[in-house]
């Protein structure tokens, strides 16, 4: 995914687990949704990664997030 800032830009992504569905947004420019399927019961974790290049995180906050729907 490109979201079109130069490779020296810091890059912000800010990344939503909801059961099945994933959304990540970068540098709130560029958004994608996807919905996955976890194979195992134990598949409970997330990974980060850099593909052809290095990457560094500086900061990560995670909170759980209430129902949108309380009923």
Same mark, same amino acid.
């Given at each position: &995914?490109? +979201?079109?800032?130069?490779?020296?830009?810091? @890059? =912000? @992504?800010? +990344?939503?687990?909801? $059961?099945?569905?994933?959304?990540?947004?970068?540098?709130?420019? =560029?958004?994608? &949704?996807?919905? +996955?399927? !976890?194979?195992?019961?134990?598949?409970?974790?997330?990974? @980060?990664?850099? $593909?052809?290049?290095?990457?560094? +995180? @500086?900061?990560?906050?995670?909170?759980?997030?209430? !129902?949108?729907? !309380?009923?």
């Amino acid at each position: &995914m490109s +979201i079109g800032a130069p490779a020296e830009e810091p @890059l =912000q @992504l800010r +990344i939503f687990v909801d $059961h099945s569905v994933v959304e990540a947004f970068a540098n709130d420019r =560029q958004g994608v &949704m996807r919905r +996955i399927y !976890p194979q195992g019961v134990d598949a409970t974790g997330v990974r @980060l990664f850099a $593909h052809g290049g290095r990457a560094r +995180i @500086l900061a990560a906050r995670a909170w759980d997030m209430a !129902p949108a729907n !309380p009923w």
